[in-house]
């Protein structure tokens, strides 16, 4: 489609804006846009919403309500907290139980708040989205949590103080803390105190539409007259405040959030903010006396270069005062990144990747006599499968029970594309080398299973695979590919192809009810066989490709895809397409490929730029408009991964890879399904409509639309709304893939 600048202002060094017929439906709320989005959506119910479709969503519902899945918990004092939705409490449970009784098959639960009762006794469609505890004197009980409420799934939300002892809200007429719907941060300073950043009461926010300001919060204080405790510049992207209340280590902390990957990191001294001296592409993370470094990009330091994605320590106050004795915790190598790390009491845990398979490493800071100060104890954790994710992190580092023991506790928790997660606990502990007290403590783990997620669909009868494309420049690019036993390389298996590649957002493997159901069992019959002859009746391949943009690799992954050379990760992303038609998995007419956010521009660029690849697009909660995108919702804040379209010599390569712009008139686009939410506030509805709109006003025939009028940027507020979203793609994919085989 042709397109013409709307003024001359490349003069200037800004890049000049191509008409466009559609901005009218960036009105998100407005009576004619949704009277479009009503029209649409039921133009494409009335295509997909059949009995098959029916009978898919109250299966895909089934597996998101049973009872059945693990209930994962998180340790406040003696308490084990869980946040649980099913079909009797759609917008869910928040509650608590013991140890003694969450290890039984049918845990005692202690409901502190059920949502759908508030939200019926409000009027209020409220969305639950997290507690955050005030930490209790040394020998009291948790009582005192901020709750986190979205009134329709969105980011912003309304902080409103709850006594667990007590189970209700704190009345804001006696003191409580009730902070209106707004983007933004909160952290407990004291019993009376809140560091707030917020954008609600008039207080400013940023171009991104975050928090620009932080306060000082005292109880029965309004906080439009609260005093000024940090701000950020208008341009940067948001502004953070956190108090530590690790007794011993209390301090506050600012965060500067300059972009998504550069920021500020400070520290409150003496009435007034302390800078820690580091590159701002260096990330960081405090822990008691210890401060971690996880540089973006190499970092020099006192002579020495450390690579990017390493992990770097050294004492908090020692590097202050000026020292630089820096220990390399982990360095990554080809294969090998790290993913997070967590502290028990006494012990590091490392979450690693090696070539997208779990590893993890156990780390002791007391080092051996007669060793380096630098060196720390490392051990590998048995726990690891090959194609497995598997995470550890700390149960409660400040668990004092046992004479302290239980503070060095762990979560493991391990799943796969055909394996159900699995909840153990652990514990480390230091041992002697060969028994014996050789001054060289290695770290003993000792973990067992705790509960298990019953299977959802025969994944016995599936294997994982992993194969490795080869990209345009010559990368090799890993995927899984999970599929029956004994696959037919004919070319007729119905492949859906799913990816990101962008924010260092790893895709490992992860078991997926919905998937097993809705994709991988699904079944069609008259595909002709290898042979030519006969029919025989197959289910579908569902491919999850690594590409570049992504974290598999660690930063220097991501960064190979970002701004201008944003096309490596569509170029992945293709060479993968191409590995599995050439392998005879599939074939242009059966592969189809999905996405979402970021994956939705992916996928996107695949419907524009590789339309010969593809015979559908799932395309969800997307950005496609590149000219415009840092003007809508949230945008603003994603520049530093794809650029600036306001300056023109930017906006020369972000046309690239800008789908709204690329669609040309006379091209065979695949079949394409576009979905979004009305109550999405952080990519926003309105790149989707506008896309819709261009391609159906240009005649592109088999382009659907779909709009939900809540839910936020995860499309679902509740897991009805999760399985209509979920049934409506899959579906889509599978008609349009499997419908017409043989």
Not at 242 to 251: K, N, Q, V
Not at 547 to 566: D, F, M, Q, T, V
Not at 629 to 636: E, F, I, M, P, Q
Request: glycine residues 10%.
């Amino acid at each position: 489609m042709t397109t013409t600048a709307a003024d001359s202002s490349s003069a200037t060094g800004a890049a000049p804006e191509p008409t466009d017929e559609n901005v009218w439906l960036e009105e998100i709320y407005g009576e004619e846009q949704l009277a479009w989005v009503r029209e649409q959506n039921s133009r494409t119910e009335d295509l997909l919403e059949d009995a098959e479709y029916a009978a898919l969503e109250s299966s895909i519902l089934e597996v998101l309500d049973a009872t059945d899945r693990i209930a994962m918990v998180g340790k406040r004092g003696d308490w084990y907290y869980n946040f649980w939705k099913d079909q009797d409490n759609p917008k869910g449970l928040w509650r608590r139980t013991t140890w003694e009784s969450y290890c039984t098959d049918t845990p005692e639960w202690d409901v502190l708040l059920d949502v759908d009762a508030l939200a019926a006794r409000e009027g209020v469609e409220w969305v639950f989205h997290g507690a955050t505890f005030l930490r209790p004197a040394p020998g009291e009980p948790h009582r005192l949590a901020l709750l986190a409420l979205s009134p329709d799934g969105g980011d912003a939300n309304r902080y409103r103080e709850y006594d667990v002892q007590s189970r209700g809200f704190v009345d804001p007429a006696d003191g409580g803390f009730d902070l209106p719907t707004a983007k933004g941060n909160v952290s407990w300073l004291d019993a009376d105190t809140l560091l707030v950043a917020s954008t609600a009461e008039g207080l400013p926010m940023t171009a991104s539409s975050y928090a620009r300001t932080a306060v000082t919060l005292k109880r029965g204080t309004a906080l439009a007259d609260a005093p000024l405790l940090f701000e950020v510049p208008a341009d940067h992207m948001v502004a953070v405040v956190a108090h530590d209340s690790t007794p011993g280590f209390e301090r506050t902390f600012a965060i500067d959030y300059i972009d998504f990957y550069n920021q500020t990191n400070l520290v409150l001294r003496d009435g007034g903010w302390v800078a820690v001296d580091v590159p701002t592409d260096v990330n960081l993370s405090v822990h008691r006396e210890w401060l971690l470094f996880r540089p973006q990009q190499d970092w020099t330091l006192a002579g020495t270069t450390y690579p990017a994605g390493s992990l770097l320590a050294t004492k908090f106050e020692d590097y202050l005062a000026g020292g630089r004795n820096i220990s390399v915790l982990f360095a990554p190598d080809a294969a090998t990144s790290l993913q997070s790390w967590s502290w028990t009491r006494n012990f590091l845990l490392l979450n690693l990747l090696k070539d997208v398979s779990a590893e993890i490493r156990v780390l002791d800071p007391a080092t051996p006599s007669g060793s380096p100060d630098a060196a720390w104890t490392s051990t590998i954790l048995d726990a690891c499968p090959p194609l497995h994710d598997v995470n550890a992190y700390a149960v409660d580092d400040e668990d004092t029970t046992d004479g302290g023991g239980a503070g060095d506790d762990f979560w493991l928790i391990a799943t796969g594309f055909t394996t159900p997660s699995t909840l153990f606990r652990g514990s480390l502990e230091r041992t002697d080398a060969g028994g014996q007290d050789s001054g060289a403590p290695a770290v003993l783990s000792r973990h067992a299973e705790v509960k298990s997620s019953p299977s959802y669909f025969a994944d016995g009868g599936y294997e994982v695979q992993q194969h490795f494309a080869v990209s345009e420049d010559g990368t090799r690019v890993p995927y899984f590919q999970i599929a029956a036993r004994g696959l037919a390389l004919d070319g007729q298996n119905p492949t859906q192809l799913s990816g990101y590649g962008g924010f260092e957002v790893s895709r490992t493997p992860a078991y997926s009810g919905t998937v097993g159901r809705a994709w991988l069992e699904r079944r069609t019959t008259g595909a002709a066989g290898a042979d030519g002859g006969g029919t025989h009746s197959r289910g579908g391949v569902y491919v999850v490709a690594n590409i570049r943009g992504g974290g598999e690799y660690g930063p220097s992954w991501h960064r190979a895809a970002l701004k201008e050379n944003r096309h490596k990760a569509y170029q992945d992303f293709a060479a993968v397409a191409r590995d599995l038609i050439s392998r005879g998995v599939t074939s242009r007419e059966r592969l189809g490929c999905v996405g979402g956010s970021n994956g939705g521009l992916l996928v996107g660029n695949m419907l524009t730029s590789y339309p010969e690849l593809f015979g559908a697009v799932s395309c969800g909660v997307p950005l496609l408009d590149m000219r415009r995108y840092t003007k809508l919702s949230a945008g603003h804040s994603w520049i530093a991964e794809y650029g600036d379209p306001d300056v023109a010599d930017q906006w020369e390569y972000i046309r690239t890879f800008s789908p709204y712009h690329l669609l040309k008139d006379g091209v065979e686009y695949p079949e394409t399904f576009i979905w979004t939410a009305t109550s999405d506030d952080r990519v926003g509805p309105v790149q989707a409509r506008k896309m819709a709109a261009r391609m159906l006003a240009m005649g592109i025939p088999n382009v659907w639309f779909h709009e939900a009028l809540e839910g936020g940027h995860a499309g679902a507020s509740d897991n009805r709304q999760a399985a209509a979203l979920q049934a409506r793609s899959q579906h889509f994919l599978w008609k349009a893939l499997a419908g017409g085989a043989g």
